[in-house]
């Protein structure tokens, strides 16, 4: 495990941890280029049988990582559908300011009844939210 990577959280009895998310891309290096840009780690990049590759990538201090995929079946999705994927944030101006620098085209600041928010979509169209909640430490 590196530095930048979050702990493993150990799996108890009850648990049911949410891990990994398909996100379907047409391209997979021009998405883990937007990804990486971003600031997200690649923890996993295997071709592991003919016509077959696995892309794990984490957000900063995420518990969650999304996968980009081809040649498996079971996550085939069409490319673009993932929607309203949540990055929660402790400051949203700062970070809607960060991604822009990083490239993305990050929508300006709603307040929706004290939740804050900003959408932006990758380069296949799937599309992400910046979500702040002032009262979560």
């Known amino acids: ?14 648990m049911l941890l949410l891990e990994l998310v398909p996100v379907p891309v047409r391209d997979i290096d021009r998405a883990k280029d937007f990804y990486t840009g971003l600031g997200f780690n690649a923890d996993v990049d295997v071709r592991p049988a003919d016509g077959v590759r696995y892309v794990q990538l984490t957000p900063p201090g995420s518990a969650c990582s999304i996968a980009l995929t081809e040649g498996l079946p079971g996550m085939d999705m069409p ?13 949203i101006e700062q970070a809607r300011s960060d991604l822009i620098g990083r490239g993305a085209d990050v929508a300006p600041v709603e307040d929706m009844g004290g939740v804050f928010y900003a959408r932006f979509a990758d380069p296949d169209g799937n599309t992400w939210t910046l979500q702040h909640m002032p009262w979560r430490p």
């Open 79 to 91: 490319v673009g559908t993932q929607r309203g994927l949540h990055l929660v944030v402790s400051d």
């Open 1 to 14: 495990m590196t530095e930048s990577q979050t702990p493993v959280l150990p799996v108890r009895p009850g």
